[in-house]
């Protein structure tokens, strides 16, 4: 019998489509995960454990290999660094990361950016060598320049509705953001069949996956 794969499955916007794909992929598991209160589900069935985490720390479980693999957005692989392997785009939950402002604003010297990701945020300014100041927030990272506590923010745009509802503007996108599959380095050594089982399962669907969730 194959060994059971631990995979740190994120709550919210990317749990409903990660479980579509992998049940494209052939894996019996039921659509109502994300439904309970448990943390830790097992899925016989599919020889996978899903732990049920926020999805801000799911490479942190797969870094220290509590989890095997797990599922994660781009933008939080760019802002925390971890010490994952990256296997697989997974083609969902896409966004991006852009600068944003009011339509009025005018360069000032110094000037306060807010933003649910400092690294990401600081590294972007830096490498065009202007000088901000970086303040950390931890949601509705729109009010900051609504209310004057920063002049740009840096943040994820997916519709762009939250933008245009608050009256403001995209000035330049930074990078493109869907979900990855993330594996543990030793993980990925010692269920390197299985993983590169499920790898292959996965990649056999990706292409049409999203294609076939717009014509839904
Ligand atoms: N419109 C969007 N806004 C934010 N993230 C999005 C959006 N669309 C897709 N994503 C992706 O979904 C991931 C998880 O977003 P989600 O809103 O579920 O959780 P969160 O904002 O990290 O945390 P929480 O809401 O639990 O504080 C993001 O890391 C990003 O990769
Ligand atoms: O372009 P849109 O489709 O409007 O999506 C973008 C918005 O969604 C996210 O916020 P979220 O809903 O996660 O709430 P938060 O501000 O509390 O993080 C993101 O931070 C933007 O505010």
Same mark, same amino acid.
């Given at each position: ?13 990317? @749990? ?11 894996f ?15 899925v016989? %069935? ?28 781009k933008?939080v692989?760019? %802002?925390? @660094?971890r010490?994952?392997y %990256?296997?697989?785009d997974?083609?969902?939950?896409r966004?991006r ?12 010297l ?22 901000? /100041? ?7 990272? %729109? ?11 840096v943040?994820?745009? /997916? ?5 245009e ?5 995209e000035? /330049? ?18 269920? @390197? ?24």
């Amino acid at each position: 019998m194959l060994p059971i794969l631990k995979v740190a499955m994120p709550k919210g916007r990317i @749990n409903k489509p990660a479980i579509k794909l992998l049940q494209a992929a052939g894996f019996d598991i039921p659509d109502d995960l994300d439904d309970s209160r448990k943390l830790i589900i097992t899925v016989p %069935e599919a020889r996978l454990q899903f732990i049920m985490a926020k999805p801000v720390d799911v490479a942190t479980y797969v870094e220290y290999g509590v989890a095997d693999i797990g599922v994660v957005g781009k933008d939080v692989l760019m %802002e925390e @660094n971890r010490d994952v392997y %990256e296997l697989l785009d997974l083609g969902i939950a896409r966004c991006r990361m852009s600068v944003i402002g009011l339509p009025d604003w005018t360069p000032l010297l110094n000037p306060r950016v807010a933003t649910k990701y400092p690294n990401v945020a600081s590294q972007y300014f830096r490498e065009r060598g202007q000088q901000v /100041e970086v303040i950390k927030l931890n949601g509705s990272i %729109e009010l900051a320049p609504l209310i004057g506590l920063a002049d740009r923010i840096v943040d994820m745009v /997916e519709t762009g509705r939250t933008l245009e509802e608050n009256g403001l503007v995209e000035m /330049e996108s930074i990078f493109e953001i869907t979900s990855r599959l993330i594996a543990n380095r030793v993980s990925y050594r010692m269920k @390197n069949d299985i993983i590169q089982q499920l790898c292959d399962r996965l990649q056999a669907v990706i292409p049409g996956f999203e294609t076939l969730k717009a014509l839904k």
